[in-house]
């Protein structure tokens, strides 16, 4: 008997961006609200506040992740997000776009440590 094989072929749309929030509770909010906004799936959500200082917060999605981490020593904050869902994705961005967050674009890097 042949077997059969099917090939499928995955894209994952990045968006990778630096704000200037760094407050915790305000990133939670403000990054679930798009989410659900947007329409995606949260399968989970875990968060860890760092004994010293920092944050870092992941939602898991039916199609990816989000995931945030704090530097509140240099006044910054990585978000990426994943996704397969190329629309979603767009309209994510859109939102981030319209909001009043202060965005540094992935091309647009932010050096948080400088290596000895």
């Not at 947007?38 to 199609?63: C, K, M, R, S």
């Amino acid at each position: 008997m042949e077997t059969k094989v099917k090939i499928l072929a995955a894209k994952i749309h990045s968006l990778r961006f630096w704000v200037t929030e760094t407050e915790p509770e305000v990133l939670k909010a403000l990054f679930h609200h798009y989410l659900e906004r947007v329409g995606f799936d949260i399968l989970n959500f875990t968060n860890y506040h760092f004994p010293v200082q920092g944050y870092t917060a992941f939602w898991l999605l039916a199609e990816s992740h989000l995931a945030i981490h704090t530097f509140p020593d240099k006044g910054w904050s990585y978000i990426e997000l994943s996704s397969c869902n190329m629309k979603k994705a767009e309209n994510f961005e859109g939102l981030v776009l319209a909001s009043d967050l202060s965005v540094k674009w992935n091309c647009e890097g932010v050096e948080i440590c400088v290596p000895e």
